[in-house]
């Protein structure tokens, strides 16, 4: 299954669940609600995924959470906030450089629309994302 087809079922799954639910609910919810709809479309998912990274010669087993692993390729961190700020994209993008992932989903279900609350970033050239 090439990236671009898991992220478009986790998109897929984000759109029914903000249409179902509404904005508004916990972040914990929302990530509840996901994890087990892309488990029912035989996903692979893994929930507040410890990153664990080197630096400088020394091993952080603890300090970053990322809130969902798909498919042990695409790092979907999810909010519930009025409005994305500039530090979310930059928090994702810094889990997918220490996690050497090649995708990551921001989304936001507190947006009024799912479209405007969703920020799809690459760590990888394009051509390598199929």
Do not use: C, W
Request: no cysteine; proline share 3%.
């Amino acid at each position: 299954m090439s990236i671009n087809d898991i992220t478009g079922m986790i998109v897929d799954a984000a759109l029914q669940i903000h249409k179902d639910l509404g904005p508004g609910l916990l972040e914990s919810v929302y990530e509840a609600v996901l994890a087990k709809k892309l488990e029912q479309r035989g996903l692979n998912v893994e929930r507040q995924k410890i990153l664990r990274f080197e630096y400088d010669g020394m091993t952080f087993d603890e300090g970053f959470r990322m809130d969902l692993l798909v498919e042990d390729q695409v790092v979907v961190e999810l909010k519930s906030v009025e409005q994305i700020a500039p530090v979310h994209k930059k928090q994702l993008l810094t889990y997918l450089k220490l996690a050497k992932k090649p995708v990551g989903l921001l989304i936001n279900f507190g947006s009024a629309t799912l479209k405007e609350g969703l920020t799809r970033i690459i760590n990888a050239p394009a051509d390598s994302l199929d």
